[in-house]
């Protein structure tokens, strides 16, 4: 791991030399500069079907029906991330799992969806969203 920045006694220094370190794990790096001291190393095997990619040939395209970036039930990505209120709600383990999608949950729908709008009891509206918008009369 490699960090380059201002000597660490300096809060806010935009003007002079940055010095280069080398750290020999993660958990020392953050230490030192307090930088990710959430993240985690993982690799591709965390994910359902996500092989690395081909860095040899950076014109090859990868079909994305073919990618699982699900996370594997064994994955030491599950239960790895932390609370952040508001946006890792509804997560199903001892804590939110890391990446976008967490364990055992559906995953997000993108797109078209069907919708019904309701006055009452009584269904006035039944469509695919986003909707046309429509004229609406007003009564005064």
């Known amino acids: 791991f490699q960090w380059t920045s201002p000597p660490l006694e300096d809060m ?5 030399d940055r010095i ?9 790096y953050a230490s030192v500069t307090r930088q990710d001291e959430h993240s985690r190393i993982v690799d591709y095997s965390i994910f359902r079907n996500a092989p690395a990619p ?15 970036l699900r996370l594997r039930g064994d994955s030491a990505a599950v239960d790895a991330g932390i609370e952040l209120p508001g946006i890792t709600d509804g997560y199903t383990g001892e804590a ?14 993108y797109g078209a969806q069907s919708f019904l709008a309701f006055d009452g009891r009584r269904a006035i ?3 695919v969203w986003p909707i046309q918008a429509r004229p609406v ?3 005064r």
């Open 12 to 16: 806010a220094d935009f003007d002079s």
């Open 20 to 28: 280069m370190r080398q750290f020999d794990s993660l958990t020392e």
């Open 54 to 68: 081909d860095f040899s040939d950076p014109t090859k395209l990868v079909d994305p029906d073919t990618i699982d």
């Open 96 to 109: 939110p799992d890391l990446g976008a999608y967490e364990l055992e949950r559906p995953l997000p729908h």
């Open 125 to 127: 509206l039944r469509g």
């Open 137 to 139: 009369a007003v009564k």
